[in-house]
């Protein structure tokens, strides 16, 4: 049999339509950057998910040894990503393939650290559970989550019974786990949990509510789009980082930062903290607004992660304006996503109405589809969102009587993708 002969990495396949500007090069920084280098030119999956997923991958395995300290609060480099792209051609799941692939030869426990099937509140609990009496408990509290079919949690949540939204919120704020509702109660003190999810835009959009906005479910979340950049027919090299040295590197450097302790900002870095902060601090408009509510505890523990790669116990402004520039990603593909949507399940079932419907309905053929079960106020108040949000508008058309309203679905207007944030200016040394 001939040796597998691998072509020369093909050119990058141009971005669609209207999708969120890459993240500045300065995201690429450090031994994640020369990993995502590395890998890169050897498959389709877009550098952004390998980037990301290997931040939280790294951040999941060091541990609770490391923090933060914002007031009384610790952020641990423990993160939360969802990464939103087409089934099966966004090529999420190769992407997380080459992380999981490189993590298990720098730590031979990685799988063990790894889960999926995230389902409901008591098994996560249970699953890093403190020893209790006879039970020994879980031998490692750290945890990463990949969740390739995140609607699935997403449905899992909206359950009215379900307690995995709340104590999720709680793990990825590191608070103690608990269930209080078992004749033996679990308990989790010390819980690390990381979590990468893989949805479409489709479902995302289906699945967003406002009740998962207004608990603060889903801005625990770091959004990134991803896609497929470049065709390989017959794949890429195999063992992309095979003579780099740079596993062995990821290795000692995951044992160093497990015992970092206290992280701090140097000065040029606060100062460079103080000056974006109020910007990143600013309350944003829509759905993307909320779901970028967190930017700050983001920043903050993508640029500590940063730092801990780097074999450092101070933040400074290289590892500031990593983080900075994959959050600016971030909240380009908040908008990218969800811009349009409004988070009320009536008013997107309104939305498919109309478009169904090209002539238009009025008022009292919108209340008939919902066989009069919805008040006149609150399709009022779904027409009033979808009108915000430029997806629908109202004409008046003649009739034998009274002009009747007539509503129909609209084009929301489209923003131009921005490169760089004000913020991200402000940074640049």
Not at 331 to 354: K, M, V
Request: proline share 7%; with cysteine; net charge neutral.
């Amino acid at each position: 049999m001939s040796e597998q002969i691998h072509e020369p990495a093909q050119a990058e396949l141009p971005a669609p339509a209207l999708w969120p500007a890459a993240p500045e090069r300065c995201a690429y920084y450090g031994l994640p950057g020369a990993i995502v280098a590395a890998i890169s030119p050897h498959t389709e999956a877009d550098p952004v998910a390998i980037l990301a997923q290997l931040l939280i991958a790294c951040g999941a395995l060091i541990g609770r040894g490391a923090h933060f300290r914002v007031e009384a609060s610790l952020h641990h480099p423990n993160e939360f990503c969802l990464l939103i792209g087409d089934t099966a051609k966004a090529r999420k799941g190769s992407s997380f393939d080459h992380v999981a692939r490189l993590l298990c030869a720098a730590q031979s426990d990685f799988h063990d650290r790894l889960s999926s099937g995230l389902s409901s509140g008591e098994g996560l609990i249970w699953s890093v559970r403190d020893p209790q009496g006879p039970d020994a408990g879980a031998k490692d509290a750290r945890l990463l989550i990949s969740e390739p079919e995140f609607a699935s949690v997403l449905k899992s949540t909206a359950r009215e019974i379900s307690t995995l939204s709340p104590v999720l919120r709680s793990a990825w704020d590191a608070r103690p786990l608990a269930l209080l509702t078992r004749t033996a109660p679990a308990r989790a003190s010390a819980a690390h949990i990381a979590i990468i999810g893989h949805i479409t835009a489709a479902e995302l959009a289906h699945h967003t509510t406002r009740v998962e906005l207004a608990n603060g479910f889903l801005n625990r979340f770091i959004l990134l789009a991803c896609r497929r950049v470049r065709l390989l027919p017959e794949g890429g090299d195999p063992e992309p980082l095979a003579g780099t040295g740079l596993t062995a590197v990821l290795s000692q450097t995951l044992k160093h930062a497990a015992r970092a302790g206290q992280v701090t900002m140097d000065e040029q870095t606060r100062m460079i903290w103080r000056e974006i902060y109020p910007r990143l601090s600013e309350a944003q408009d829509g759905l993307p607004g909320a779901l970028c509510a967190r930017a700050e505890a983001h920043t903050v523990r993508l640029a500590l992660i940063h730092a801990l790669l780097d074999g450092q116990r101070q933040i400074k402004p290289e590892h500031l304006h990593a983080a900075l520039a994959l959050w600016n990603y971030a909240s380009r593909c908040a908008n990218w996503a969800l811009g349009a949507h409004t988070g009320d399940p009536l008013a997107e079932q309104i939305h498919a109405a109309l478009a169904r419907s090209p002539d238009g309905l009025t008022r009292t053929q919108l209340r008939d589809l919902f066989a009069r079960n919805r008040s006149g106020e609150e399709i009022q108040q779904a027409l009033t969102r979808l009108a915000a949000t430029g997806r629908a508008s109202s004409r008046h058309a003649a009739t034998a009587g009274r002009p009747a309203e007539l509503w129909n679905a609209t084009a929301p207007p489209v923003a131009s993708p921005v490169r760089e944030t004000d913020s991200l200016r402000a940074a640049q040394p």
